[in-house]
């Protein structure tokens, strides 16, 4: 059985095609019932370059004024659904002059006319969720001056997909896929003339997944912060919907919300970005902001896990580190080689990152940000703490995980600690990893340390074999701390140091003990939105280990802060282009 691009089997696709195909003859709607208010957050920029015909998919620039945004995807090996999803209208809403309105109102009947009668790559559960949730929420927006033909068209397409969502939805895969095919479902019959018998069936099963997808901690399978907050808008977009027509909010829904709210803040930064793993990136600013003002909750995180993730913070840092095995079944199909690998934010600016997802640069760009030296952790000898391999779909999942990773919180005369391990390494070379990070209560330092270490004799039978593979010589292994683009490093002090200067001005000094050399090297930093990776350095302490035990011990420590003059914010509307 054969996996297509977007993760399902070729009978399932195949079932959404004829469904596709029947719900095209299926009898239309003929108006609104009612309209949610639109709360998505478009990029003004994005929209501006829509606009002047600069398109960027995959990694890809197409420069066409005047094209069709589905000539330009016909020409790009890309996956096509993130385009039939229309989130880019949220971008051409942001714009919202009558050029933008014009442009969204022709590309949108160019769809009807190519792909309406359930032909094409748009025809999944969860894209027409999403496409559905996008006209209907931009309805006004895209029906505004346009003639009874256009409008016709537009509540005929939209009512062939609700019928189609309406056989399809079971079919989306379990996660934020069923998320949006409901929400699709419950915002086309709530709003659409004809499809009210439609919201009762699709609510229950919102419901049903709102219990069982959504953890007592509110976890979600993936471990994908940014996934989490899309989720958690759905549910807040459902949520408006049903109050606005007057209908009841089911109890499990508020409660799924609630669940999920301190979770994304036990995964936010000082600077208000998600950390980044699992193929999660920082978020849009103010997406975040806006899903967890939907709640109405200010719980804050407790100091425990949240969804395998440890935090600690004091004054303006924040540390985030991934505690546990990377995701299992499906969702181990996006999942990355993380485990023990950290992020440090300070103020409103980041400072060791991981590269992040490459899956809009391309397949090799994307197994690349999988793997473990692509993350700010240790790694032996460049073998990842998990593998990838490739199941009979298709499909790249991670094997080989680690089994046991263990973590504790502990209190210090002067700020808290956060006790890692992990057994990854334990099968191939007999060797466990230990992080202990310490933040001081202000925040101004952060004390680390990593052991190499065996636990037992079935381990040490493993690590003389590694040994004696590497001829006696020692198991070479490096740590490493990716730094954010924006971050200037330069080695100081004859060599014992590292200098990070921030653009705010503010310096943090990094020292080691342990390790046989320290050097910077290049980086990458992966961001969706971005037309290729951007440059950056990172940290590099190596060595090699030659005993039971070894252990590298490193800080950071700020030596300067942001001069009081200054404004320390980015400019929300710059794109790289």
């Given at each position: ?15 959404d095609?004829v ?7 299926s009898?239309?709607a003929?108006g609104?019932r009612?309209?949610?208010e639109?709360?998505?957050i478009?990029h003004?920029?994005?929209g501006?370059?829509?606009?002047a015909?600069?398109?960027l ?9 005047g094209?069709s ?6 020409e790009?090996?890309?996956d096509r659904?993130q385009?039939h999803?229309f989130t880019w ?11 933008s309105?014009l442009m969204?109102?022709?590309w ?8 309406g009668?359930?032909?094409g790559?748009?025809?999944t559960?969860?894209?027409t ?20 033909a256009?409008?016709?068209?537009y ?5 062939q997909?609700?019928?189609?969502l ?6 989306a ?5 069923r998320?949006e095919?409901?929400?699709?479902m419950?915002?086309a ?8 018998d439609?919201?009762?069936?699709a ?11 959504i ?9 994908n912060p ?5 989720v958690?808008?759905l549910?807040?977009w459902?949520?408006g ?6 209908k ?5 829904l ?8 301190p ?7 000082a ?14 600013d103010?997406w975040?902001?806006q899903?967890?003002a939907t709640v109405g909750s200010i ?9 395998g ?5 004091a004054?303006?840092t924040?540390v985030?580190?991934d505690?546990?095995?990377?995701p299992?079944?499906?969702?181990a199909?996006?999942?990355h080689?993380?485990t023990?690998?950290m992020?440090?934010?300070?103020g409103?600016r980041?400072l060791?990152?991981n ?14 940000g999988?793997a473990?030296p692509s ?6 000898d ?9 199941d009979?779909s298709?499909?790249?999942?991670m094997?080989d995980?680690?089994?046991d990773v ?9 700020g808290?600690?956060l ?14 990893h230990v992080r202990?990070?310490?933040i001081?209560s202000?925040?101004r ?10 636990l037992d004799a ?5 690590f003389d ?13 490096s740590?490493?701390f ?5 971050v200037?490093?330069?080695?100081d002090?004859?060599?014992a ?5 921030q653009?705010s001005?503010?310096i943090w000094?990094f020292?080691?003990?342990?390790a046989?050399?320290?050097?910077l ?5 992966l961001e ?5 990776p ?5 940290v590099?302490?190596?060595?090699r280990?030659?005993?039971y ?5 490193w ?7 942001t001069?009081?003059?200054?404004r320390d914010?980015d400019d929300p509307?710059?794109?790289?282009f």
């Amino acid at each position: 059985m054969v996996a297509t691009s977007n993760g399902y089997t070729r009978p399932v696709r195949l079932m959404d095609r004829v469904h596709a195909r029947i719900a095209a003859r299926s009898r239309p709607a003929t108006g609104f019932r009612s309209t949610p208010e639109p709360k998505m957050i478009g990029h003004f920029a994005r929209g501006r370059q829509l606009m002047a015909g600069n398109f960027l998919f995959a990694g890809q620039l197409v420069e066409a004024p005047g094209a069709s945004i589905w000539d330009v995807i016909a020409e790009i090996e890309m996956d096509r659904s993130q385009v039939h999803g229309f989130t880019w209208l949220d971008d051409l809403a942001a714009v919202g002059d009558n050029k933008s309105r014009l442009m969204a109102q022709e590309w949108l009947a160019q769809w009807i006319e190519r792909y309406g009668a359930g032909r094409g790559d748009g025809w999944t559960a969860d894209v027409t969720g999403r496409r559905l949730i996008r006209w209907i929420a931009h309805g006004f927006f895209l029906l505004r001056g346009a003639d009874k033909a256009a409008s016709e068209a537009y509540y005929k397409s939209a009512a062939q997909q609700a019928i189609f969502l309406s056989r399809r939805w079971k079919a989306a895969r379990p996660g934020l896929p069923r998320f949006e095919a409901v929400a699709g479902m419950i915002y086309a019959g709530l709003s659409l003339s004809g499809m009210e018998d439609r919201v009762a069936p699709a609510v229950e099963m919102l419901t049903r997944d709102c219990k069982s997808q959504i953890g007592p901690d509110g976890n979600i399978t993936s471990r994908n912060p940014e996934e989490l907050l899309e989720v958690l808008t759905l549910l807040g977009w459902v949520e408006g919907a049903l109050k606005d027509s007057g209908k009841s909010v089911p109890e499990a829904l508020m409660s799924a919300m609630h669940r999920i709210a301190p979770t994304l803040r036990a995964l936010r930064h000082a600077d208000g970005g998600l950390a980044r793993f699992h193929g999660g990136g920082r978020g849009l600013d103010g997406w975040l902001d806006q899903a967890l003002a939907t709640v109405g909750s200010i719980e804050q995180p407790s100091q425990a896990l949240h969804m395998g993730y440890g935090r600690l913070s004091a004054g303006r840092t924040s540390v985030v580190m991934d505690v546990a095995p990377p995701p299992a079944g499906a969702s181990a199909a996006e999942a990355h080689a993380s485990t023990l690998a950290m992020e440090v934010t300070s103020g409103r600016r980041p400072l060791i990152v991981n590269c992040g997802s490459g899956v809009s640069f391309g397949p090799e760009w994307r197994r690349a940000g999988r793997a473990t030296p692509s993350h700010s952790t240790l790694c032996i000898d460049t073998l990842s703490s998990s593998r990838i391999t490739v199941d009979k779909s298709g499909a790249e999942l991670m094997s080989d995980v680690p089994k046991d990773v263990r973590s504790e919180f502990s209190d210090l005369a002067d700020g808290t600690r956060l006790a890692t391990a992990h057994d990854g390494y334990r099968p191939t070379h007999g060797l466990t990893h230990v992080r202990t990070l310490d933040i001081t209560s202000d925040g101004r330092a952060i004390a680390g340390e990593d052991l190499l270490t065996v636990l037992d004799a079935a381990d040490e039978g493993r690590f003389d074999k590694a040994l004696d593979a590497e001829t006696l010589q020692g198991i070479p292994w490096s740590v490493r701390f990716h730094l954010h683009p924006e971050v200037e490093a330069e080695v100081d002090l004859g060599g014992a140091a590292v200098s990070l200067t921030q653009k705010s001005g503010e310096i943090w000094v990094f020292r080691q003990d342990g390790a046989t050399e320290m050097r910077l090297e290049p980086s990458v930093y992966l961001e969706n939105g971005r037309l290729r990776p951007r440059a950056a350095q990172q940290v590099v302490l190596s060595g090699r280990t030659l005993s039971y035990a070894t252990r590298i011990r490193w800080s950071l420590s700020k030596a300067q802060d942001t001069p009081i003059a200054l404004r320390d914010v980015d400019d929300p509307t710059a794109l790289d282009f």
